[in-house]
């Protein structure tokens, strides 16, 4: 059955993905080509062009691509200059003998591979990062800026709008293969050369078309520490059923002691077609696109809490 999962933030590309889906086109291919649309939509504010910059105003953009059926992996992190960088992630997938680029490497293959140079920082993010962060300096540190310790103001910085959801999809095709495409411009105001889970295969998402799969958004640091992703997999690979995958990775979430612990929102789908999104210790109400072929058109839904 032809399936598809994604956050709410991924409706600029989700009809695109669906659309692909119903004529019958590759699952990887549907959902890249969805969350190239997201990843140029000025208005999702943390993503692409519409996300927030780094601490010091740039850019730098995450994403991973995962086939289920041969479990290749394509990743890059914190990209410059580059905003379909899902597309980018499929690239390294498929040229190249690696599974994750970063930074000015990862520019250099794009260029490689025909992407042009993105203007990526918007002139909105740039106003409010500059004016968000000259609160939290002293007059020393504003004249010095950015030739000052940036470690002291990152305990104070918080998103402007409390944005940490990196846009997953996660589908099925006419072929059965499930995978998963993610991407991501990570925190407002995160240290320069911060990776979150979203380019982390096994964290932030991991896909194997004979159980299924699973992809995380919100905050990555605590599902690189469980491998949150990939702990759903293998549980239904070792006989557990979708709920008791997603609760046995909730659980390991509230197992985690320091660092920081905020919340997580978990979406999953089995190899039976049936899906989850949990809000694990969210404050905000956290709405999902579905849709599957039985469906006239996609429904937004709205994730159950999971307690721990």
């Keep these: 059955m032809k399936m598809l999962l994604a956050n709410a933030e991924a409706w600029p590309g989700f009809e695109t993905t669906v659309e692909h889906l119903k004529q019958g086109g590759a699952g990887i291919d ?7 649309k997201v990843e140029r939509e000025a208005k999702v504010r943390s993503v692409g062009y519409g996300g927030w910059p780094n601490m010091l105003g740039e850019m730098e953009f995450d994403a991973g691509v995962m086939d289920g059926s041969t479990r290749q992996v394509g990743a890059v992190g914190a990209v410059p200059a580059t905003l379909p960088v899902a597309a980018l992630a499929r690239e390294v997938m498929q040229h190249l003998p690696h599974v994750m680029l970063t930074g000015a490497g990862a520019r250099r293959f794009a260029t490689e591979r025909g992407f042009a140079v993105d203007e990526v920082l918007h002139p909105d993010s740039r106003r409010v990062w500059w004016e968000r962060l000259q609160k939290e300096m002293t007059s020393a540190q504003r004249a010095a800026f950015p030739t000052i310790p940036l470690a002291p ?3 104070a910085i918080t998103d402007p709008e409390r944005v940490r959801d ?11 293969h499930i995978g998963v495409v993610t991407s991501t411009s990570g925190w407002a105001w995160k240290y320069p050369g911060r990776l979150g889970d979203s380019p982390i295969p096994g964290a932030g998402f991991y896909a194997d078309s004979r159980y299924g799969a699973a992809a995380c958004t919100h905050t990555g640091e605590m599902t690189m520490r469980c491998g949150t992703a990939r702990s759903i997999v293998l549980a239904m690979r070792l006989g557990r059923t979708l709920d008791d995958a997603v609760k046995l990775a909730a659980e390991e979430l509230s197992e985690l002691k320091g660092g920081f612990l905020a919340g997580v ?3 999953a789908i089995d190899a039976a077609g049936h899906h989850r999104v949990v809000n694990f210790r969210c404050d905000e109400e956290i709405r999902y696109w579905y849709w599957d072929e039985r469906m006239a058109a996609p429904e937004l839904r709205v994730a159950g809490a999971i307690h721990c």
């Design 30 to 36: 549907a959902m890249v080509a969805g969350i190239g």
């Design 153 to 155: 103001l990152s305990h």
């Design 166 to 176: 990196t846009t997953v999809f996660l589908g099925r095709d006419a072929g059965d």
């Design 265 to 267: 929102v978990i979406h």
